[in-house]
């Protein structure tokens, strides 16, 4: 079966770094990618790992390790805007194989 | 360019009526999914379709049915609402590729079901 785990809050001031972590459990997995979802909003696609490592966009970093079936995202330099909730969702050949309940981040000023 | 547009925006029906949701892209994607999302959680795939005429069933399919007609447009339909059906309901193309994959969403369908 598919199972997915990320803290279900966080909490954090302006300025600072949060780390978000997701853990999965999957068959034909071949990515995880993350998303972003103000309330009221869509989501909206953040960022991508289809092989080991960190990828960077802007004040954004995703990292994946496949043999962990772990991955992060790190926000840098919190704004209040980002105060969202935050979707890590493990990517098949023909589905996003699950999306786990979220992340609320909620940023402090 | 619109990307993903959902029609209706917001709906209201009574138990046992039927609907109709359109989901219309203009990126020429393949792969185009329904969700729906229930207050404080996260999404659940209902129906997806890996190309025109294609269609299979996600994780809550029951009391839904899907069409892919058109490579542009992915219908989601309900046969006989229920109040369990109330949610928000998003439609998204994919674009895949060697090392991309990003799902587009469109802006939801607010439907209750009274």
């Known amino acids: 079966g598919q199972s997915l785990e990320q803290p279900s809050e966080v909490t954090a001031v302006e300025g600072a770094i949060v780390q978000i972590n997701c853990t999965y459990q999957?068959?034909?997995?071949?990515?995880l990618s993350w998303y972003q979802q103000h309330d009221g909003g869509a989501p909206t696609f953040l960022s991508y790992?289809?092989?080991?490592g960190l990828e960077e966009t802007g004040r954004f970093s995703s990292f994946l390790s496949r043999s962990d079936s772990y991955g992060y995202l790190l926000l840098q330099e919190l704004q209040m805007k980002d105060s969202a909730s935050y979707f890590c969702a493990p990517s098949g050949s023909a589905r996003q194989l699950t999306f786990g309940s979220g992340t609320q981040l909620t940023v402090l000023p | 360019n619109a990307g993903v547009t959902q029609t209706p925006k917001f709906r209201v029906l009574k138990t046992g009526q039927s609907m109709t949701l359109l989901c219309a892209q203009d990126?020429?994607?393949?792969?185009m999914y329904w969700y729906r999302q229930d207050p404080g959680m996260g999404l659940r795939l209902i129906h997806y379709?890996?190309?025109?005429?294609?269609?299979a069933k996600g994780e809550v399919p029951d009391g839904y049915n899907v069409s892919r007609l058109k490579k542009q447009n992915f219908l989601l339909g309900l046969e006989s609402a229920a109040p369990s059906q109330t949610s928000v309901y998003f439609c998204?193309?994919?674009?895949?590729?060697?090392?991309?994959?990003?799902?587009?969403f469109g802006p939801g369908t607010r439907l209750t079901v009274l």
């Open positions: 999957t068959s034909g997995f071949y990515g």
């Open positions: 790992n289809a092989l080991d």
């Open positions: 998204a193309s994919r674009q895949l590729g060697v090392s991309t994959d990003t799902q587009y």
């Open positions: 990126m020429n994607h393949e792969y």
């Open positions: 379709s890996v190309g025109e005429g294609t269609t």
